[in-house]
């Protein structure tokens, strides 16, 4: 099996402290320069099975050779939401989210769905 293909899944939920509520329930953990490098590239939508890809540390993104929409959330060490970005379009580059340290990159759609807005608290919970 090629390093690309390795999947990183974790049985870890991301849960929002502020509402109370599960925000994905099968993480995908890109924690190393190799999978933050490859992240969701080339894939045709989030892999079968994962709700979410958490990419630490980071502080920006850019939607180069994805192929599909996604929502990105920004949060810093403290997991607290700093920036939003709702159906993040490919080939789109991010802002450099000062004190970011986090990236939760979930389908497109999600943030609205599951009501996440800035100041929420997020944490991966085993």
Avoid: Y
């Amino acid at each position: 099996m090629s390093k690309r293909t390795k999947v990183e899944t974790h049985p870890k939920t991301i849960f929002n402290v502020t509402k109370n509520k599960v925000v994905v329930e099968n993480l995908q953990m890109a924690t190393n320069p190799w999978t933050r490098f490859w992240g969701l590239m080339g894939k045709p939508g989030m892999p079968e099975g994962v709700d979410g890809l958490w990419i630490e540390p980071c502080a920006d993104i850019h939607s180069f050779f994805l192929r599909f929409e996604f929502d990105a959330v920004f949060l810093n060490k403290e997991g607290e939401v700093l920036h939003l970005m709702e159906r993040m379009k490919p080939w789109r580059i991010s802002k450099f989210v000062k004190g970011g340290r986090v990236v939760l990159e979930m389908d497109g759609g999600q943030i609205a769905r599951l009501g996440i807005q800035l100041g929420d608290i997020l944490q991966i919970q085993h």
